[in-house]
Structure formats: C-alpha cells, structure tokens
C-alpha cells in the first residue's frame, strides 16, 4: 500500500509557473511508474505526465511537453511536476498516481492503483 500527497498547487497569472510536488510513503523507484493526471470541471480526468518505474523515462501527453517538466528525488520519494508558461486552460486538480501499467497504457488512468488526494491549480487570465 503507497499513500501519495501532493502539495504545491494555488492561484497564478497566466504566464507564470508552478512547481507540484507528490510525497510518497514508501519506496516507489523500480517498483511503480509514477504519474500526474489533471481534471477540470466537467472533463474527463487526463493524462499529464509519467517517469516509467524501471528506468526512470519521461513521458508526457504531446500537448504539455513543450511546457511541463516531471522529475523524480528516489532518496526523498518524491515525484515532482514543474509547470511553465501556464495557461487559463490548465485550471484542474492535479492527481499524483502510482501503479504498474503496460507500458502502452501509462495515459490510461485505470492503470494506476494509488492515488492523492489531488491539489488545486489555478491560473487566471
């Protein structure tokens, strides 16, 4: 059992950026692959970004690659998600995730196992 906290959400400026920070309670370095998901209002939850559990890869959906960076501290057990260039269309809870997908179903949330509580990112016009 992994609990997982995310922390580092609130209110920006269009432009500006935020770094979103997922403490886990156990070792998850070579055992899940981590993730971040989001959800606005009346969407459906979506992909953001995954390190892959084995190697450490990066994967993001196409259209944040550009803007957001994940990384992971494996001594610390964190996973963090630095967001740049943020957009009004990024306001959503962000969810910290781990689990042992397929590697062609990381996008996919039923995937995951472990969830956060989710923290709120709000970006303002």
């Known amino acids: 059992q992994v609990q997982l906290v995310e922390s580092g959400g609130g209110l920006v400026q269009a432009g500006g950026s935020l770094s979103l920070s997922c403490a886990a309670s156990?070792?998850?370095?070579?055992?899940?692959?981590m993730a971040w998901f989001r959800q606005a209002p009346g969407k459906e939850r979506e992909f953001v970004a995954s390190?892959?559990?084995?190697?450490?890869?990066?994967y993001y959906a196409n259209s944040l690659k550009d803007r957001f960076t994940i990384s992971r501290a494996y001594s610390r057990q964190t996973m963090s998600l630095q967001m740049n260039s943020l957009k009004p269309e990024d306001t959503a809870v962000y969810y910290c995730?781990?689990?042992?997908?397929?590697?062609?179903?990381?996008?996919?949330?039923?995937?995951?196992?472990?969830w956060g509580q989710g923290t709120q990112v709000t970006v303002s016009s």
């Open positions: 156990a070792r998850t370095s070579g055992f899940y692959t």
């Open positions: 390190i892959w559990r084995s190697d450490g890869s990066a």
């Open positions: 995730a781990a689990g042992s997908p397929e590697f062609g179903r990381i996008e996919n949330a039923e995937s995951y196992a472990y």
